[in-house]
């Protein structure tokens, strides 16, 4: 079999969403996302303590891949987490960690 045949559409996207969140940034923007929704983007600039520039690629990144979706509320942008990725990560990291653990205690 050819790896481009055995990665499908769902492989494809639940890797996006590893990779999106395999920066410190990122993982602590979903992170602060899952305790205060509906942050604007100004606000992560003082949290992270980065510019705002850098706060909207991480943002960016962290939307293409499907993991925080937008609102506009006057001329502010706020995210909040997406509701369906989430499960499937989930999912797999269950999946991945489990196979680990059964290896390991081989």
């Known amino acids: 079999m050819v ?20 920066h410190p940034i990122r ?29 909207s690629e991480h943002l960016r990144t962290l939307r293409e891949a499907g993991i925080v979706v937008t609102r506009r509320r006057g001329n502010q942008i706020c995210y909040s987490l997406a509701n369906g990725p989430h499960s499937e990560l989930s999912d797999l990291l269950g999946h991945l960690l489990s196979t680990l653990g059964t290896r390991a205690a081989s």
């Open 27 to 55: 993982l602590g923007i979903v992170d602060h996302l899952s305790r205060r929704p509906e942050t604007c983007a100004c606000d992560f600039t003082d949290f992270f303590e980065v510019s705002q520039p850098t706060i």
């Open 3 to 22: 790896y481009s045949e055995a990665v499908d559409q769902d492989t494809q996207a639940q890797a996006r969403m590893l990779r999106a969140l395999g």
